[in-house]
T-cell receptor
Framework: GQNIDQPTEMTATEGAIVQINCTYQTSGFNGLFWYQQHAGEAPTFLSYNVLDGLEEKGRFSSFLSRSKGYSYLLLKELQMKDSASYLCAVRDREYGNKLVFGAGTILRVKS | DAGITQSPRYKITETGRQVTLMCHQTWSHSYMFWYRQDLGHGLRLIYYSAAADITDKGEVPDGYVVSRSKTENFPLTLESATRSQTSVYFC?????????FGPGTRLTVT
């Protein structure tokens, strides 16, 4: 089976850096995804990691360690519009390569 | 260029009624998915489709039926709605890795 853990909520200050962690347990890991979801809206794709290391995309970076079953999403220069839920999802070869989502981390950015 | 759309956006129905939620994408993506999102559970896969006429169950398929006669459409039917099916339903499509989500349908079963 699959198990994905993320913190439920985090609060950070505008202009700061925040790291959202995700740990997972899967039998057939085949990629990790991060999505952003604003309240009342659809999830939007942020990043995809399949190999170990850091992927940078503007203010957002995502890191993966397959041996530790661990990923994090790093948000720099936080803006108020970054207040949203951040979903970690794992693609599992044993699950037909479908995505399994964590419950999400609600990030609140305060001024 | 609408991308992926869902209809209706909001629906209230009674227990026991049949309800169909529509999903349409204009990208010709092979893969399409239906999820439900509930507080405390995150997104859970109901059904998915790898191509027209190919569908398979996800994590929570009971009480739902899907079809995919055309690549661009992937309707989800609740055969006899129950209160436990009150949820927000998202359709998604994918060319390979990342999935693109529709705006969602908020369904309330009374």
């Amino acid at each position: 089976g699959q198990n994905i853990d993320q913190p439920t909520e985090m609060t950070a200050t505008e202009g700061a850096i925040v790291q959202i962690n995700c740990t997972y347990q899967t039998s057939g890991f085949n990629g990790l995804f991060w999505y952003q979801q604003h309240a009342g809206e659809a999830p939007t794709f942020l990043s995809y990691n399949v190999l170990d290391g850091l992927e940078e995309k503007g203010r957002f970076s995502s890191f993966l360690s397959r041996s530790k079953g661990y990923s994090y999403l790093l948000l720099k220069e936080l803006q108020m519009k970054d207040s949203a839920s951040y979903l970690c999802a794992v693609r599992d070869r044993e699950y037909g390569n479908k995505l399994v989502f964590g419950a999400g981390t609600i990030l609140r950015v305060k001024s | 260029d609408a991308g992926i759309t869902q209809s209706p956006r909001y629906k209230i129905t009674e227990t026991g009624r049949q309800v169909t939620l529509m999903c349409h994408q204009t990208w010709s993506h092979s893969y399409m998915f239906w999820y439900r999102q509930d507080l405390g559970h995150g997104l859970r896969l109901i059904y998915y489709s790898a191509a027209a006429d190919i569908t398979d169950k996800g994590e929570v398929p009971d009480g739902y039926v899907v079809s995919r006669s055309k690549t661009e459409n992937f309707p989800l039917t609740l055969e006899s709605a129950t209160r436990s099916q009150t949820s927000v339903y998202f359709c998604a499509s994918s060319p390979s890795h990342e999935q693109y989500f529709g705006p969602g349908t908020r369904l309330t079963v009374t």
